[in-house]
């Protein structure tokens, strides 16, 4: 139980140490560097959908495709739904989406984010929740690590544009580490769920891989593709791709 709860917290900790970066880096992050960040976390989140979900859910459906094309559909629509029922606004926008708010823009980037960690928790909730049922622990905790270390540069990403908006250091680095605390609290509610119903764990997997891509297609490539200096997103992509995919085989 313990090394679950320490899984559950880890990529939590690496959203924390990241928002850190705010004490010591300019107000802005080079312009280089963000593309390269987004493209690392885009990598790993890609790789941790394809190797650590999507292929588990098939091989509990005993190679079966349809529990993970139900799921990953689900998922991608239930991060649609929020999306749009959610004010908020991302980091290279200049208006908000969802519905009409009167939240500051500070509040709004905030929501932005928190619903970017959301499918992040729910991911590392569901292989925990498989943990002797055709996923390891090693396999859990790799996934966990995994998004912990695509956090580091994201929690960055938030604080930094924060405190460029004119808040103070302090709050910047408060606002970006509780924007990872859904991760935590979306690993929980599905551990909960997925032990009330086994049954659906194929379909819960799935589910989470759909909301992970979910964001990396509405939000994380979008903001790579904008600008110069995309071949450094692309450069990151491969990097986080190759790093998640290596820790989920070799650790698996």
Known sequence: MSTIIIGILIPFAGTILGSAFVFFMRNEIPH???KAMLGFASGVMVAASVWSLLLPSISMSGERIGP????FIVGMGFLLLIDELTPHLHLSATRAEGPRSRLSRTAMLALA????NLPEGMAVGVVFAGE????TLTAALAVSIGIAIQNIP???II???MHAEGNSRWRSFLIGSLSGAVEPIGSVAILLLASAIGVALPYML???AGA?????VEELIPETAQGDHTNLSTIGFAIGFVLMMAMDVLLG
């Not at 993970?68 to 799921?71: D, E, H, L, S, V």
């Not at 002797?132 to 996923?135: A, D, F, N, S, W």
């Not at 992970?212 to 990396?216: A, N, P």
């Open 206 to 208: 799935a589910f989470a």
């Open 212 to 216: 992970m891509m979910y964001v990396v």
């Open 159 to 161: 604080s930094m544009p």
């Open 32 to 34: 280089r560097l963000q």
């Open 68 to 71: 993970a094309a139900i799921g």
């Open 154 to 156: 994201e929690g960055a």
């Open 113 to 116: 984010v928190t619903i970017h």
């Open 132 to 135: 002797g049922e055709g996923l």
